[in-house]
């Protein structure tokens, strides 16, 4: 007999090694070893795809109104309007540096002569249907994350087909035939990295990033594209001399953990390909919020009320995004010494509106007694959605640049 694959060694674990020595010593003829995979090694049998449609919104609109195409476009709040956000930005707009979330009026300084249009969800919501009508041509394995993003699990695919690239290639040309629009995949052996692959070559674009490739990948990405990773933790850790994740990787999990909280575990799985979550069908949204890591340690009840103010207006805008209200608003607060703690309020009637949101929020904070505290992390949060249309994701979801806690 002989070997079959070999992993290298230091994925073994001491006692495995010292069994397997142990069988070479006794056996004769040498063994067939198969060596099973550990905590410390990646679970490559996985197919995994992540597809996101390319500026969703603004290319309906494209689409639609012949007019608007080429042109640059903004899909959102109009700028005469008070408070008005950009929900979204066509390419050639995002070339004037207009992007999602941003102010309309910004937007329109950034380019006076972009188009302003409101967005037509009822429309968004048809196509999403849609895609998700022919994602279901290849698995049911499907987790959509919001309109016009989707995780599937193509392992088991219904047609046989067998590569996950082609299922990704199938399945953009179908949106291109059948909706006029296109969509980027990202094709890789788990979710996290599926994710950013979809990411690397918008528009139109599809990249696979295979089992023997992930390790090097993990290795050149700068940190701020790792999940979790917010402006603030990405100044620390290049403070720290943490650049990309190869430096990540050098670190023990240990000190990941004492420097960056739980999260620190997941980076120290996450640079050496180790992504183990399931795509999930059925999950629903259980809350949405958003949070914020200080580079300084917040002490007055003035600065705690700023940063709720600002967080609120990210809650707010998310809750928008995903058509979501909630009957409970959750302030999180993190302080110096990694002590957290939640304070919530529950109303009758589910609500999103920003003044509700940001008067919670600091009322609840006010109540948590502000003296003699340092406080490291504010987060809000929305729950207890009840039966509304748009089901989509929590906040563990979110993309790079979102600060924001794992379940591990
Ligand atoms: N959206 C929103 N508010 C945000 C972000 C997004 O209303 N802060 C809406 C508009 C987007 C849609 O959600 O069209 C999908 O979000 P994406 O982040 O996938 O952005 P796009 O699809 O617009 O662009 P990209 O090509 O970068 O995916
Ligand atoms: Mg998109």
Redesign the pocket.
Known sequence: MEAVRAYPATFCSIPTIAALAQLQQTCNPPIFVLITMTEQSPNTHRKIIHI???????SVEQRDFPEYRGKPLV??GLPEGRGGVV??ASYEARKFGIR??MSSKKALQLCPHALFVRPRFNVYREVSQHIREIFSRYTDLIEPL????AFLDVTNDKQDIGSAIEIAKLIKQAIKDELQLTASAGVSINKFVAKIASDIN??DGLKFIGPSSIENFMEQLPVEKFFGVGKVTAQKMKQMGLHTGADLKRMEESDLVKHFGKVGKFYYQIVRGIDNREVQPHRETKSLGAEDTFAYDLTTLEEMEAELDKIAITVH?RL??YELKGRTITLKVKYHDFKQITRNQSFPTPVNDLETISHTAKQLMAATGVDDVKVRLLGISLSNFGELPVKQRDDKELGPGDQLELEL
Request: charged share 25%; hydrophobic share 40%; proline share 5%.
């Open positions: 996101d449609m390319d500026a969703f919104y603004a899909v959102g929900a979204t999602s979330a919001s309109l016009d993003e918008k528009p805008n928008l995004k």
